[in-house]
Each structure stands twice: as C-alpha cells, then as structure tokens.
C-alpha cells in the first residue's frame, strides 16, 4: 500500500526571498537604470539603498536571514570607485567574516553573494539577480529555526536555578 504524500501549497509556489543592500552611488543606480531601461529580471530582491556598501554591518545581513529571506545580496562600487574611498574595502572584509560565520552555523554560503556593479553596469546588475535566483531556487527555502524569546528566557532561568543549586 503506497500513500501519496501531499506537498503544502506554500511550498509548491515557493520562490526565493532575496534582501539586497545596494550602494547609494553604484549599485542602486544600476538598478534604476535596469528599470528605466526596462530589462527583465527576477523580481525576487527587496531592495534596501545604503550609502555605501561599507555601511553594511554583519547584524543586518543576519536578521534579513532571520526575518524569512531565503537570500542577501549587497552590491557596491567597483574597487578606486567608492564615493567614501574605502568602504567597499570595509565591504569586503565584513562579507568575508560573515561568510565564515554562516558556514558555522550551518547556512550554505551560496545564500549571500557580494558584488560589485556600477552605475553603467544594468546587464551585469540582470545577471546577477537572474544568477542569485536560480542559486536559491536550487538550495530551496532556508527554514531556519530560531528560538523564541520566550523559549530562551526559559532556558536561562532553569541554568540560574541550576548554578544556584550548585553553588549553595
């Protein structure tokens, strides 16, 4: 006896939630100028506008992640471009770290991809986006589990009780 198993309805039309952090100067503008210019691309990205790439902190990318993007993009201008002089310098070391940081805790680094694209670059900026999609519609929805705030208070008054215990 076979039993077919029902695939949710959510999960059937899921598509890929990317959060993309786009440089004021470089990045942004390329993405106004694929608009403009009426280029077709995935509409997968939500896009937050920075003044520069290096404004980017760590904590942003990972409550993006925490918050039901299956993916982050930052873009920022190509290196001696930076309207800042070296915060896609800054950029690029942060993206490192975090890189190794969500290896660590278990997220596939093809979920977070940085690039950089000019104001002059629409096609690359397509390219990207069309390339990030099909990534994520590859690894599938993240699913990360996050504990609840309530969850976690629990736990520390139950390892306070424990070390009280202990110590008494």
């Known amino acids: 006896m076979s039993e077919s198993i029902a ?3 959510e999960t059937a039309a899921w598509e890929p939630k990317i959060v ?3 440089c004021n100067w470089c990045t942004y503008l390329a993405a106004d100028l694929a608009g403009t210019s009426r280029m077709k691309y995935a509409p997968n ?3 937050i506008r920075v003044m520069c790439s290096g404004r980017v902190d760590p904590q942003f990318v990972m409550e ?3 918050n039901g993007a299956d993916g982050v993009l930052l873009g920022g201008c190509h290196f001696g471009d930076c309207h800042y002089q070296s915060g896609n ?3 690029a070391r942060r993206f490192r770290l975090l890189k190794r940081i969500l290896v660590g805790m278990g997220i596939e680094e093809q979920r977070i991809r940085l690039e950089w694209i000019s104001a002059a670059e629409a096609d690359k900026l ?8 099909e990534q994520l519609e ?3 929805p993240l699913n990360l589990q996050v504990p609840d705030e309530e969850s976690s208070e629990v736990g520390e008054s139950a390892e306070s009780a424990e070390l009280a215990e202990v110590t008494v």
Do not use: S
């Open 138 to 140: 590859a690894l599938g």
């Open 126 to 133: 397509r390219d990207v986006m069309t390339e990030m999609v």
């Open 64 to 66: 993006a992640l925490v």
């Open 89 to 91: 310098h800054k950029a």
């Open 7 to 9: 695939v949710p309805q």
């Open 45 to 47: 990205a939500r896009v």
């Open 20 to 22: 993309a952090f786009f």
